[in-house]
């Protein structure tokens, strides 16, 4: 799913139109952003935690040249999904095997 399929199903669901759940949407994401800019967690309780969080410096390999490259320490952005998703998630789709390999359906 899009943002566009994103926005109209809010719309959907809230009776918003487009333009207000786009609003809307666009709003929740930058609030977001900035709790993670300025170091700040975000809990969403049943549904997830959004953290900056470091990364240490490391070296790689360039896959181009062979040789190693300093990469230097950095935060990034980290989700890690609560409970009630996992468990809702788990509730509705199957990891099935198939000869590609495993894909997703719907229980």
């Not at 977001?32 to 549904?47: P, Q, R, S």
């Amino acid at each position: 799913m899009n943002k566009g399929e994103f926005v109209d199903r809010l719309a959907e669901k809230t009776g918003f139109t487009k333009k207000d759940s786009k609003k809307a949407l666009d709003s929740v994401l930058e609030i977001i952003t900035e709790a993670l800019e300025e170091g700040d967690d975000i809990l969403f309780t049943g549904f997830g935690k959004f953290e900056p969080r470091a990364r240490q410096a490391t070296e790689r390999i360039n896959p181009q040249t062979g040789k190693m490259i300093d990469v230097p320490a950095k935060v990034v952005p980290k989700f890690s999904s609560g409970k009630t998703l996992e468990d809702t998630v788990r509730e509705n789709l199957e990891a099935v095997e198939t000869d590609s390999g495993l894909e997703i359906e719907k229980s």
